[in-house]
């Protein structure tokens, strides 16, 4: 059974699979070795589900993976995918593009990747018969939101290809559940951030984006990161977001799954603590965790970057019974500093 031995080959104690018709459910993992799938597929073989993970290693990385749980295909590629959705019986989907700035250089590739890639996956699960699935999206497709906090019924209007191409999807979701009966889950993700160190899991973009592991690679290499604005309408004129602990989304996930798995109906949700803090907040943070100071410059505004981002996730807490329990903002960077730390170490030898 998969999920009872640590990355290191030790024996762990875990917590019983909830059980379902006297079934441990068996569940695919689309883009598994890659930030969050892996957090979220490390947590689910915790949790004693069956797991098989499907990544094209594009943006992944097969060390994220248990190797007998990996198989490297691409998304698009449906003839391939239908034979590993056999028995399955919910998919877990983060397999996507996730760089705005990137989806503005090329278009084309968000959309024959997210969309193609994820139609593609969903005539595969049609072959098989698989019903239900949890979607990863994205905050990206309220654009420049009206009213902070966000609820899910604000009005959806991305300003970047990368939103636009996961509304795209949730606009397919809407229309299978109602022809084909496909009950999913889409969960519209705010700032993703922090690590799970114990289990040699974090954050290793290239090229990196996202401000926590940019903070602390300016502190190890004395290179100034770019602040992109100081004059927006915000307490300190840097943007505000809503900063989530990668553990906590993933037991999102984990908690979609058991709603999907007990007949819950179709629905969207947001995915944030409901807290905003700005970028130079952020900095604070890692200076206090670090003990060493931030060298940064302030660039250009980047188009499209909102002032203020922070979830109304009411229904989330609500209908799927989750809470957000590591996500204090010094519990994220300290997570991140000993996951970069533990990372840097580890390519430094031999």
Same mark, same amino acid.
């Given at each position: 059974?998969? @999920?009872? &031995? &640590?990355?290191?080959?030790?024996?762990?104690?875990?917590?019983?699979?909830? /059980?379902?018709?006297?079934?441990?459910?068996?569940?695919?993992?689309?883009?598994?070795?890659?930030?969050?799938?892996?957090?979220?597929?490390?947590?689910?073989?915790?949790?004693?589900?069956? !797991?098989? !993970?499907?990544?094209?290693?594009?943006? @992944?990385?097969?060390?994220?993976?248990?190797?007998?749980?990996?198989?490297?295909?691409?998304?698009?590629?449906?003839?391939?995918?239908?034979?590993?959705?056999? @028995?399955?019986?919910?998919?877990?989907?983060?397999?996507?593009?996730?760089?705005?700035?990137?989806?503005? $250089?090329?278009?084309?590739?968000?959309?024959?990747?997210?969309?193609?890639?994820?139609?593609?996956?969903?005539?595969?699960? +049609?072959?098989? @018969?698989?019903?239900?699935?949890?979607?990863?999206?994205?905050?990206?497709?309220?654009?420049?939101?009206?009213?902070?906090?966000?609820?899910?019924? +604000?009005?959806?209007?991305? %300003?970047?290809?990368?939103?636009?191409?996961?509304?795209?999807?949730? /606009?397919?979701?809407?229309?299978?559940?109602?022809? /084909?009966?496909?009950?999913?889950?889409?969960?519209?993700?705010?700032?993703?951030?922090?690590?799970?160190?114990?289990?040699?899991?974090?954050?290793?973009?290239?090229?990196?984006?996202?401000?926590?592991?940019?903070?602390?690679?300016?502190?190890?290499?004395?290179?100034?990161?770019?602040?992109?604005?100081?004059?927006?309408?915000?307490?300190?004129? &840097?943007?505000? /977001?809503?900063?989530?602990?990668?553990?906590?989304?993933?037991?999102?996930?984990?908690?979609?799954?058991?709603?999907?798995?007990?007949?819950?109906?179709?629905?969207?949700?947001? +995915?944030?603590?409901?807290?905003?803090?700005?970028?130079?907040?952020?900095?604070?943070?890692?200076?206090?965790?670090?003990?060493?100071? %931030?060298?940064?410059?302030?660039?250009?505004?980047?188009?499209?970057?909102?002032?203020?981002?922070?979830?109304?996730?009411?229904?989330?807490?609500?209908?799927?019974?989750?809470?957000?329990? $590591?996500?204090?903002?010094?519990?994220?960077?300290?997570?991140?500093?000993?996951?970069?730390?533990?990372?840097?170490?580890?390519?430094?030898?031999?």
């Amino acid at each position: 059974m998969p @999920g009872q &031995t &640590t990355r290191s080959g030790r024996a762990r104690r875990r917590a019983p699979a909830r /059980r379902y018709n006297r079934i441990v459910p068996n569940i695919l993992v689309t883009g598994g070795a890659g930030y969050i799938g892996s957090l979220t597929t490390y947590q689910l073989l915790q949790r004693g589900f069956e !797991v098989l !993970v499907v990544d094209d290693l594009s943006r @992944g990385h097969r060390q994220n993976v248990p190797p007998h749980l990996l198989r490297v295909v691409h998304l698009q590629e449906t003839a391939a995918l239908a034979p590993l959705l056999a @028995g399955v019986d919910a998919v877990v989907h983060f397999a996507a593009f996730i760089a705005v700035g990137e989806s503005a $250089r090329e278009p084309e590739l968000y959309f024959s990747n997210n969309v193609g890639g994820t139609l593609s996956l969903l005539a595969a699960m +049609a072959r098989a @018969g698989v019903k239900r699935l949890v979607f990863s999206s994205t905050a990206a497709v309220y654009g420049n939101p009206e009213t902070i906090p966000i609820p899910e019924d +604000a009005p959806l209007a991305p %300003v970047s290809p990368y939103g636009e191409s996961k509304l795209i999807v949730e /606009r397919m979701l809407r229309q299978l559940d109602e022809f /084909r009966g496909l009950r999913s889950v889409a969960l519209r993700y705010f700032n993703a951030c922090g690590a799970l160190p114990e289990a040699g899991l974090g954050e290793q973009h290239e090229p990196e984006t996202h401000l926590i592991p940019l903070l602390l690679r300016a502190v190890d290499s004395g290179e100034p990161v770019k602040i992109f604005g100081e004059d927006y309408p915000t307490p300190d004129g &840097t943007c505000i /977001r809503d900063y989530i602990h990668v553990t906590d989304l993933a037991q999102a996930h984990l908690a979609a799954l058991d709603y999907l798995l007990e007949g819950g109906a179709s629905g969207v949700f947001n +995915a944030g603590t409901g807290r905003g803090q700005s970028v130079m907040e952020v900095m604070r943070a890692v200076e206090e965790v670090t003990g060493r100071k %931030v060298p940064y410059v302030i660039a250009p505004r980047r188009p499209g970057d909102a002032a203020e981002l922070v979830a109304d996730s009411a229904k989330l807490r609500r209908t799927l019974g989750w809470k957000p329990v $590591r996500s204090d903002l010094h519990r994220i960077v300290q997570d991140a500093w000993e996951f970069y730390q533990s990372a840097r170490a580890g390519a430094s030898r031999p």
